[in-house]
Nanobody
Framework: QVQLVESGGGLVQAGGSLRLSCAAS????????MGWFRQAPGKERELVATISRTGGSTYYADSVNGRFTISRDNAKNTVYLQMNSLKPEDTALYYC?????????????????WGQGTQVTVSS
């Protein structure tokens, strides 16, 4: 069964850090670009960061650029999101997703496999 399982969310004070992990199984992980998305209450889901299948290219939303880092370990079938200098506006449910693409892609329609999400709450 193909699945993505996120972990690492939690409650943190503003200015703090969290590291999210997403473990993949049942699919050739190394063949897919991966992305992290988030959805805050009352808002649409938005792309946070994406990484190519080799990890050689990445893209970040303007709101997180310079604070978040996406990375992957294909030997462990895992993608990470290191989040530093967290702000209350980063509070959201964070999802990882696998794309039918090898290059980092900002097109949500390319992502066809989603995890259940992990909650990140940043207090002020």
């Amino acid at each position: 069964q193909v699945q993505l399982v996120e972990s690492g969310g939690g409650l943190v004070q503003a200015g703090g850090s969290l590291r999210l992990s997403c473990a993949a199984s049942g699919r050739t992980f190394g063949s897919s670009a991966m992305g992290w998305f988030r959805q805050a209450p009352g808002k649409e889901r938005e792309l946070v960061a994406t990484i190519s299948r080799t990890g050689g290219s990445t893209y970040y939303a303007d709101s997180v650029n310079g604070r978040f880092t996406i990375s992957r370990d294909n030997a462990k079938n895992t993608v990470y999101l290191q989040m530093n200098s967290l702000k209350p506006e980063d509070t959201a449910l964070y999802y990882c997703a696998a794309a039918r693409a090898i290059l980092a892609t900002i097109d949500p329609s390319k992502y066809d496999l989603w995890g259940q999400g992990t909650q990140v709450t940043v207090s002020s």
